[in-house]
């Protein structure tokens, strides 16, 4: 009786210390970002286009950020997220990320995480874009602190979609027959699963939904859809934005299912393509990628971690693409002592209700040298918007900054403001004339 007794003391204490460890270990972390999707495409925030279901319930199991900013193009949005800083700072071109850069990678793998990446890279540049770059070249994945990945566009091309032509450390290979966005998730689904030791960081820069705008395999005619056609018709962005809601689920299950201490956010990385009007909340959204209005840089934010985020919650606070790696850092317990600069602001206590310092404004410097885009830098908050240039926008009235504002028009609490605005200007333009 005394061995049987002493027998399950010792389970019931092994028991009690493995839920002890795992309940202490270090979260694991998920960042998925979807590519061309401005804020008004989700069920979550009033899109009357189209049904996102999975990405609502992530938002309802826990809080959805109604501001967060991107940059209106991708490679300064990547950049910006990466390294957490501007891109006045580090910005070396379209396509490109500047390899003497640190990276979310590089400060997860110090802090002991295995990194795991798939989907759209885009970070190394191609021919074009390093002439246009000075002929400088980008980064590969093992160089921004991803030994281990499955990524379209790394040095070739090729299709994203249908018949992908994808990267691996094993080499490239074209995945006959298959869809592309569904191999990223299977791929991160079994590494969720692998049994290890450390805690794990997946980043995940979806192919979905940029263009070409093709069928997805939920569509009967994907089956003979020709991958090597010019289809690129905005009428698939509606299943296509279905279809990334789905992947979304399907990670989420898996999140569930296998690995519950896990942090996992949902971002855009910019508006949403000019070729595609929505309907939100009973009025006509024109996306605008690659310009500066809301419609190119307000993009949707979730944030889902069971048991540590409060369900149901919306947080309004600003939040800009800088604040990503400290907030990472602190997620991680990077020692604050060995911190890397960053511009950003962490908002690791809002997630979990605790005091924290809300960020006051957003500051953008966009110089894609890229397209016909030209060059744009501004600052805003929730409701106004001051650009270099002096032009003063309010945002509720004028979403589409049709026309500025006189400073003869403002109240003395709104001048206050837009002085502040003009000095977070002043002080980057000393950092603009210092690189």
């Known amino acids: 009786m005394k061995k049987l007794l002493l ?11 493995a839920f002890q460890a795992s309940n202490n270990r270090r979260p694991n972390i998920i960042l998925i970002m979807a590519d061309d999707l401005g804020f008004e495409t989700l069920g979550i925030n009033g899109s009357d286009s189209y ?3 999975h990405l609502d319930m992530m938002a309802k199991q826990g809080m959805n950020f109604t501001q967060c900013y991107s940059m209106p193009l991708c490679t300064p949005s990547r950049v910006q997220l990466m390294t957490g800083k501007y891109n006045i700072r580090n910005y ?60 379209w566009q790394v040095k ?22 298959e869809f592309g966005p569904d191999i990223f998730v299977d791929q991160i689904i079994e590494f969720i699963g692998e049994e290890r030791q450390n805690p794990f960081f997946v980043y995940f820069p979806m192919a979905l939904t940029h263009d070409p705008f093709v069928p997805t395999p939920d569509n009967p005619s994907f089956s003979t859809f020709d991958a090597k056609s010019k289809t690129n018709d905005p009428q698939y962005f509606k299943e296509m934005v279905h279809y990334m809601d789905k992947l979304v ?29 929505s309907v939100q909340n009973g009025l006509e959204v024109a996306g605008d990628k690659g310009h500066t209005t809301l419609a190119g840089t307000h993009v949707p934010m979730i944030a ?24 990472l850092l602190d997620v991680s317990g990077y020692k604050k002592s060995e911190r890397p600069f960053t511009d950003g602001i962490s908002f690791y206590p809002q997630l979990l209700n605790q005091k924290a310092q809300e960020r006051q404004w957003v500051y953008c410097y966009y110089d ?11 600052v805003h908050d929730q409701k106004w918007k001051l650009y270099e240039n002096g032009s003063i926008y309010n945002l509720d009235r004028d979403p589409l900054e049709k026309a500025p504002l006189d400073k003869s028009s403002l109240n003395k609490k709104t001048l206050r403001k837009i002085a502040t605005f003009q000095q977070v200007l002043n002080q980057f333009t000393t950092v603009e004339g210092q690189e």
Request: hydrophobic share 30%; charged share 20%.
């Open 249 to 277: 689920g399907k990670i989420i299950n898996a999140v569930n299912q296998n690995a519950e201490n896990t942090l996992v956010i949902f971002i855009g990385d910019n508006g949403t393509d000019h070729d595609v009007t």
């Open 92 to 151: 070396i071109g379209f396509g490109l990320l500047d390899p003497n850069e640190q990276t979310f990678g590089h400060y997860l793998k110090e802090a002991g995480y295995d990194n795991f990446t798939a989907g759209k890279w885009q970070l190394y540049g191609n021919n074009h874009q390093r002439q246009l770059a000075g002929n400088r070249e980008g980064s590969l994945p093992e160089e921004a602190g991803f030994e281990d990945y499955c990524l």
């Open 368 to 378: 894609p040298n890229w397209g016909n885009f030209e060059k744009s830098v501004f």
């Open 304 to 327: 889902y971690w069971k048991d540590k985020i409060k369900a149901g919650q919306v947080n309004q606070n600003l939040i800009d693409f800088t604040d990503f790696v400290p907030t």
């Open 7 to 17: 027998l399950l003391f010792l389970c019931f204490t092994l028991k009690s210390q």
């Open 156 to 177: 070739q091309l090729g299709s994203r979609y249908k018949d992908p032509l994808l990267s691996s450390p094993e080499g490239d290979k074209v995945y006959e027959g």
């Open 51 to 53: 049904e996102t279901p």
